[in-house]
C-alpha cells in the first residue's frame, strides 16, 4: 500500500486513497461515541492528520487508548474529506501500529506552551516543536528559492574554501584552524609557534568571506554565487551577529551598480513570493504566535518598487526629520539602524536601496563616482530589519585602485594588502574593465556565543518567552 | 538593446536577435577577405560565440585588429545562423567596445595545453580555462540536481554546526577551532590550557559529519538532509581524500534499509540524468580530453536496476573469482577498493549495492540482523569509482543498543559515549523505532594538504598532464 506523507495526505486530492502514514503522535482525544483522534505529525508540514481510531481495532483498548505525545505509530486506512475545521481530510484507519512508545512521564514535550529557555535544554527534541518545525521549513524554503533564483538566473554556484589563510576584508576577528597540540606546541629556536609543523604549514583560519575567490572567477566564469558558512569570532550578543551563519553572495562581470540593485530586488522578491506560496501554514503560526505584521510586512515587499535613493539624499531626509536619533546624523557618518529603519518603516514606508556613499566609510575597492566624495556601493534596507542586503560596484581603474590603497595601507596592511595582490593580479592579467557589483545576503544559522534567545521577538518585551508548544 | 550571454546567444532560437554580448576573447583570426573572427567566452557554457567584426567599424585597425586572449569587450550586433560547423549562430558585430586590455607579453594563458601545475600557479585567473570551467559548470549542475532531488522527495535541507564540541562518529582527525592566541596562551593554576578563555568556553573542533545533528532532527521532521563543508585532519594524499570536502547526508525516519537502497539509486540516477542533459559539451570535453569512458559510464549507470548483493555473496565472489588481490579476502574483512572494483567492473559490470556486513566492521549504531554477526548497513559501488554512498540503518532497540556500546565503549570512549548519549536521549523520550536508513555522497571541494594534480586521470600515466588551453 502506497505510503504518504502527512503533507501529501493533507491534500483534498488525497480523498479517497488508500494509503499509510507514519509519524508522532501530537495528542489523543477519545470521544464517548466509542472511538478516539490521533494527532499525527511527521514534520512534512505545520498540520497534523486527524485519525479516526475506532474500538473496532484489534488493539484499541490494549495500545491505541494509551497513546501518548511522542509516540511513533504507522497508521493504515482510508483518507476521507474532513467535516471537521482547519482541516481537508481525515484518516479512518483500519489498522494502528506503535513503532515506539514515549513514557509520558519523562517525556518533556506536552500539549502546552513551553519557553524557548526550556527548550534549549532539550535541543534534540525541538524539531518536534511547531516554532522549530516552523523554522526549519521555512528556512528549508528560503534556501531552496535562493538556489533557483540564481539558477534561473544564470549563475554558477561555487564553494570558496572554508579553510583560508587571507583575511577577505579585515571584516572581523578570526577563528584559527590549527592541528598542533595546544599542550605541547611546537616552537622553532627563536622561541615562536612553529606554524611549518601546522596541517598546512602555515596559520590559518576560517573564512569571513568568499569575496576575493568570487571576485576572481566571476573573472572568468560570468555570474557566479556562494551559498555557505562564514565566521566571524565576535563577541556580538545582538539578534543579528552569529559567530557562525550562512551567508549568498553573488559575483557579477559586466555589471554596473543599477544592475545589481535590480538583482537584488529580484532576488528578494523572488524569495519572499517562494516563501509565502510554499509556507502558508508556518508563517501563519508566525503571524499569530511571534509578529502579527510578518506577513504583511512581506506582502508590502512583494507589491513595492524598491525606491533609489542617493546616500547623501538620504542624509538630507534625516536631518530635516526633526527626530532626535541616538547616534548623530551628519553627511560622512555611516547610517545606523536606527536611521536606516527611519528610512524605510517612517519615511518611505518601502523598500529602499540608498547608493554612493561616502568614500570614507567604505572599503578602497568601491568604484569611485566622478564627484570624487562618493562611491558606487549600495545598501538595501527593508521594513522590519533594516539592511539586509549590501554591495558595490569595484574600481577598475588601476591608477585609481592604486592611488586608494596607497591611502589606506597603513591602517590595515596586511589585509589590505592581500586585497590588493589579487586586483593586481587581474589588472595584470587582463581582467580588464570587468565591472562587477556584488552583494550578499545573510543567513544567520549555528553556533553563537551566547545565543539570544529571544530573536524573533526583540522588539516586544510582551512577546518574549511566549514559548512553543503543539498548539 | 538585450543583453545575452554567450551561451543564450549560441542558441539557435537567437537567430535573428540585435544584442548585446559581453566577455573575454580567446582568440582572434583576421580573414584575408577584410574582417576578423573573434572567439569570445562569457563562462556561460563550454563554447564560445563567434564575432564576426568587419573592417568597416570605426575601431577596426585601431582596436578590433589588436585583441588578444584575455581583453574583455562589449559587442552589440545581429545573431545570425552560422555556416560554421559546431556552432549554430554566430554575431555580425555592428559595435565593438574595449572594455579592458591584456598585454600579450606577461598575459599567461594562451592558445596552448597549460600544465595542471603550470595553472595552479596562476589560480586567479583558472576560471578562464576550459577544464576549470567545464569542472566548475559540473559541479553547479551536480550541486543544483541534490538540491531538486531531495526537494522532490520532501526532504528539509539543513544546516548542522561546523563548530563543533563533538566529534560525530570518530571518524577522522579534527581540526582545532580557537581564538586563544598561541604566542600567549592562557593556563589554569595547574598549567593546563585554560579553555575557560577561549571563545566557546571550552575547546572545539570543525565538524566531521552532521549526522547527530541530521539524526535527532529527523525524528522530528521526519526526511532532512545536509549538504556543507566538511573536515577531516588526515594527511592522506591520495585522490579520494581531501582535507575539507561537501558532503549529503540524508537522514530518514521510519525507512528501512531496503528504502534507502531505493533511495540512493534514484539519487543518483537523477543527478546522472540531469548532469548529461544540462552540460553535454563540459562532457563531451571531458570525454574527449580527461576520460574517454565518462559518458558512456554514466550512460551505463543510468541505464542498470543496481543489483542487491549480500557481503557474505560477495566474498563468496571474491574467493571464487581465482583473482590474486593485494589485500585477501575473507569474510569478516571490509572490503578494499580493488574488491570493490573487481565487483562492479569485472563481475557485474553494473552498478552493486553490498548490505549486511559483519558487525565487527561496522560501527555500534547499526541495525543488528536477526542472524547477530550481520548489520544493516549498504555501500553503493559504481564502476570506476568503487563506493559512492555508504550508509546503514540504525539499531532501535534500546537493549541490543545497549549491549553494543558496553561491548565496544573501551576502544573510543568518548566519541561513542557523545553517541550514544544522543541515542539515550533519544530513546528516553520516545524517538521509539522511527528507524532510519541514511547515507551520504560526498563532494571534494577546497583545501588538501598536497593537492593531488592528476586527479581526473589517477588510472593512466600517460594522461597526466595533458594540460589545458583553449582548444
Known sequence: ?????????????????????????????DSKAGFSFLELNDGSCFGNLQILAPASLPNYESEVRRLTAGCSVRAEGLIKASPGKGQATEMEARNI???GW???????????QHSFEFLRTIAHLRGRTNTFGAIA?????????????FQQEGFIYIHTPIITASDCEGAGAMFQVTTLKLEALPKTEGGRVDYSQDFFGRPTYLTVSGQLEAEALACGLGKVYTFGPTFRAENSNTPRHLAEFWMVEPEMAFFELEDTMDLAERNLKYIFRHLLEKCPEDMEFFRQRIDPTVIDTLQQILESRFLRVSYTEAIDILLASGRSFEFPVAWGKDLQAEHERYLTEQHFHSPVILYDYPRTIKPFYMKLNDDGRTVRAMDVLVPKVGEIIGGSQREDRYDVLLERIEFVSDAQPIALWRRFRSYWQ???????????GPFRTVFGSGNQKRVNTNEWTQDSDEERNIGDGWQ
Not at 505510503?3 to 509519524?23: C, D, F, H, M, N
Not at 514515549?102 to 502546552?112: G, S
Open 102 to 112: 514515549a513514557d509520558p512521564e519523562p517525556y518533556p514535550l506536552q500539549k502546552k
Open 426 to 436: 587581474l589588472f595584470q592579467t587582463g581582467a580588464g574593465r570587468a565591472t562587477k
Open 97 to 99: 501500529q506503535v513503532l
Open 1 to 29: 500500500m502506497e505510503k504518504l506523507s502527512v503533507a501529501q495526505a493533507r491534500r483534498p486530492e488525497s480523498t479517497g486513497r488508500e494509503a499509510i502514514v507514519e509519524g508522532w503522535i501530537r495528542t489523543r482525544r
Open 137 to 149: 521549513r521555512v528556512r528549508n524554503q528560503l534556501c531552496h528559492a535562493i538556489h533557483d533564483f
